[in-house]
Every structure is written in C-alpha cells, then in structure tokens.
C-alpha cells in the first residue's frame, strides 16, 4: 500500500480549508514522520481541535496506522483479525483531509530550510513531529543472532512471518521475561509448543514490577508448562545449515530449538535527529511541553524523552504515545500546556489481565490486597505515598489505584489490604 492515499487529500485540502489555498494564503503545513500509535493519535488530535493547515502522515511500514499490543497476544494467538489492528479506517484520513504516505522512511531532514526527504521528494514544513518509535534489540550475529529462525515480535510483518511456526509440539526458545516475552510465552504455550523462557536478571520481570508480581506469574506459566529458567542467560545460539537448531545457555545447559524469539528491549529511534543536530538524551529530548533543541520540529511516543522527576523519561507504552502526542499536537496549536504522564499499561496472558498504573521507581513497601474469586493487587508504597498498583484480574482495584495516584492521595496501608474495605471508599478519604 505504497502512497495509496497521496494524491486525493491534497485535492480534497484545498476545498476545504476556507480557501485559503484559492485565496493565495499559505497553509500552515504539519509533518509527522513515524505512522504509529503517536503519530496516528497527533494528526487525529491536530484536526480535532481544528488546525484547518495542511498535514502529512509518513510512515516506512506499508499499513496505515496499527495498534501493536495485539501482535503479542490475540493476533498472534489468532484469534484477531488484521482489519481489528488499524486504528482507523482508512477512509478516517480522507475524510480529516490527511495525507498518509506509506510505505517509504524519511531519510533526512534539514532543519535550516525546514524540509525533510522522503523517496525522491523534499517537503517542506512549518512544524515537524518526529513519532518514529522503536527497534527491537537483537542478538549480535557472533552469538548466532543472524541464524534463519531468530525473530522479534515489533511489527505486522514480524509476527506474520513467524506466525506458521507456531505448531503444536514446536519448540521455542524465548530470551528474555519481560511483558513480550512472557505474553509470546503465553501465546505458544496456548498452542501447544514447548516453550523455554530465559532471564539472565535474577527473576522475570525484574527490571519493571516487584517480586510478588515476578511470583505470579511464574507460578502462572508454571502451571501451564512453560521452563522458565532465571538467572540463566543465553550463551550461544547453535545451527546447521543457517538455521537455528539449539541455545547454549550461561549454566553450560544445553535446549534444542525449531525457533527463537528475542524479548529483551527496544532502543528509540533516534537516528533521523540525530542527523538534523537534534539533541538526545535517552531519546529524542523534548522540554515538557514535546519540543526538541529545535524549535519546529517535536517528538512523541517510545523515541521521545521528557523531563520526569528531574531527569529525561522515557516510557514504553499506548498511553505515553497517545497522550504525548496529543499534548504535542495542542502545542503546535499554542497551547502551551506541558505534558503530564499519567502511566497505565497492560499485559495478557492467558486468562490474566494485568492492569498497571502509575510508576513504581523508588517503591520501598508492597502491600497485598486479596479480593473476591481469587483476584490479587498489589500497591506499591514509598513511605506513605502510593506510586503504583499492579492487578490481576481485578479491574476495581485497578480503577480506583489509578484514580488515587493521579489524584495524588495515598490511603492507610492496612485500609487497603484488608478485603473487607470498600475500594470505592478509599476514593473519598
Ligand atoms: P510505533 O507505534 O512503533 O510507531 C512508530 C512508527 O514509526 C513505526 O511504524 C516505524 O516504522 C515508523 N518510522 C520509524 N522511522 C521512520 C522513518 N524514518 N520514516 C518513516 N517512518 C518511520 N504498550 C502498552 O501500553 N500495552 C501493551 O500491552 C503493549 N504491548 C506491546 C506488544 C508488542 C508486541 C509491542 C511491539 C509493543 C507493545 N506495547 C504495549 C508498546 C506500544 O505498542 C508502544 O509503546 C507504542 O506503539 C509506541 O507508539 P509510537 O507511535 O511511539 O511507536
């Protein structure tokens, strides 16, 4: 789908601005590079709140933009069809008069001219928005990183690709427990293939929830079958033939492998700035309210960092990308507003819905809250202050935690891990 809705939206534009166009005024011309979660949620944001320039959506993936949380759970289980992926029917763009170029990267962007390159053409901008996310870590090729057979799940293409080695009795090795690769993990065992699972961290999860949430889901994949194996790294990856056949792992352990998925974080995509002299930290550094060092050219979403906490943020989710974006989008406008991060996220496996909100960092106490048919959360506390909850299968628990937190209230530890409180109550204190 290579540019398929280039031409009409320019046509279509030029009718529908006021004529301001016919009358000889220059519209005002947004560019957004990365046609993703953030990028979508931007030029949706932009038309909504009535920018009535011209603005152009590109994107180096040839689909229009896609939500990728399902890639790792029902699509790939598929139980999904691809058309529930897109965020937006395609007729959304031509009917907000956007112009979607798909299909091809920007390769570079001049930021004294304010144009950027896309396949043969140079387009000029008045504001930029660089919403171009993130790539996947993969295994150096010294390690048999480049063997046939050693996949990352980041887009469509990635998951269609691996999709017929799901069968059952395949074996996978999965390297690394972080959400991916534990909700890849959930997904083959599901299928019914053997599933080995390494962390080399102490435990799964280590680097993003507390023990007691590491805990439960072991005892969740456990119980379904899956070998994890933490603190074990891999070592090295075997084949014969340029295909992967076997893992090496760091305790001298030996498994045999039809595929390998690699779990172990991304790196933001920071290369286009970089060219244009925009600076980076731990990102593509945005002040609070989404601009860069340069003052045309913004960034949402996985490759953008803001100021949180007194330091550059980062954070890795659907919420960061929409709410970041649209907030960049209210500012290109005059808003003026900074960004305020409200974390959420979730994760699937099995019949589990993990619901998280808020940021654990810096927690010193968990507290354990039971609720009814077995459904757990988990609070963490720093001191008094309530930064996060993880819940399992409790969406009240997770509602009211989330509302308390962006709330800034903090109620009695004991108050919340007694079951017979009223969730709702803890709202009103
Ligand atoms: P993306 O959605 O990655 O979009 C960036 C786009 O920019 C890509 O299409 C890329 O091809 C394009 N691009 C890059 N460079 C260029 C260029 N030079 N020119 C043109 N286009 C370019 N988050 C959650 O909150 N909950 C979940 O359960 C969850 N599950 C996930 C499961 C998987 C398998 C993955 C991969 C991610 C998951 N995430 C989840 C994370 C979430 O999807 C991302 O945080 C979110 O997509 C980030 O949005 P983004 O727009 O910044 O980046």
Known sequence: ??????????????????????????????????????????????????????????????????????????????EMERDRLYLRPESFYVEQVITLRLGTPVTSIDPVEQTLTVGDDVLHYDDLVLTTGSTPRRLPAAIGGDLDGVMVVRGLQDVDAMAPRFAKGARVLIVGGGYIGLEAA??????????TLVEMADRILQRVAAPETSYYFRQVHSKHGVDIREGVGLDHLTGAEGRVTGAVLSDGSTVEVDFVLVGVGI??????????????????????????????????????????????????????????????????????RPYEAKPWFWSDQYDVKLQIAGLSTGYDKIVTRHGEDGVVSF???????????????????????KRLIEAGKSPAQDAVADPATDLKALLKA
């Not at 944001?45 to 399902?70: C, N, S, V």
């Open 1 to 78: 789908m290579n540019c398929i809705l280039d031409a009409l939206p320019y046509r279509v534009a030029r009718n529908q601005t006021n004529g301001r166009a016919e009358k000889g005024l220059a519209m005002k011309h947004v560019i957004v590079v990365g046609a993703g979660q953030a990028g979508a949620s931007c030029v949706a944001r932009l038309r909504a709140k009535g920018f009535d320039g011209q603005i152009t959506l590109i994107g180096e993936e040839p689909f229009p933009p896609y939500q990728r949380p399902p890639l790792s759970k029902a699509y790939l289980l598929g």
């Open 186 to 195: 959930a997904v083959a065992a599901k299928l019914g293939l053997s599933v």
């Open 267 to 336: 790196v933001p995509n920071t290369q286009l700035a970089e060219m244009a002299g925009v600076e980076i930290d731990n990102g593509i550094a945005t002040d609070a309210q989404g601009r860069t060092s340069d003052p045309h050219i913004w960034a949402a979403g996985d490759c953008a960092s803001f100021p949180l906490n007194g330091q550059q943020m980062r954070l890795e989710s659907v919420g960061n990308a929409i709410d970041q974006a649209e907030c960049v989008a209210d500012n290109i406008l005059g808003s003026d």
């Open 379 to 401: 609070w963490y506390y720093a001191g008094d202050q309530l930064l996060a909850i993880d819940a399992m299968n409790d969406p009240r628990a997770y509602m009211v935690g």
